[in-house]
């Protein structure tokens, strides 16, 4: 009995060690189902949140004249308004795998809280979307860009400039 006790010892001592290893080890793949963060940011969450900050805009042209001429742009068709629909539930579900284990893991007690933000601001712009209230879309496309900025201020993307600064002034 005594010969194994070192064994025994040294077995307890490597499983903290084992569940450290595991812990720290990357998520599964079916854990992301868009990728790590940075894919589905990239690929995911910017071209989608794009579409909703893009359908009310204004552009202001220079004719070659000198004068300046201010448009705006917002959503005719209820194709249109369905488009921003669409994107606005699509970015909730964003929302949601972002406080999944996978995509949580590792993050602090702030992760969660910033992605249900993003959730429900998403709600927010369905909403805007289903009423067809260009004003409100505008209006709640400023809070969405707060909210992502929030958490890139806590959890900085390598390129901050390019992720958040030009997506608002276009
Ligand atoms: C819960 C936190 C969180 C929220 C909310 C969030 N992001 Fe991110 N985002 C990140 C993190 C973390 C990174 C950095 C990923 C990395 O570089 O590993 C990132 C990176 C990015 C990037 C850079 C991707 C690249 O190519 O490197 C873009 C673009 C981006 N986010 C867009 C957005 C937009 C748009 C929103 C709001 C609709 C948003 N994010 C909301 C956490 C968040």
Redesign the pocket.
Known sequence: MIKFLPLRASRIALLPLLTLAACSSEPEAADLPYG???QM??NE??P??DIYWGAVRFESRLEPDGSVVEEEFEPRTDADWAKLVEAARK?QGF?RD?QSEGYAKG?GDD?PV??N??EEVSKKAEQAALDQDPDAVFEVGGT??N??S???Q??????LE???GD?RST
């Open positions: 790590t963060v940075q940011m990239a969450v910017q989608t949140t970015l929302a972002l993050r992760w910033f992605a933000a993003l969405v860009y909210v992502c929030a958490c890139h806590m959890y900085p993307p390598a390129q390019a992720a958040t997506a």
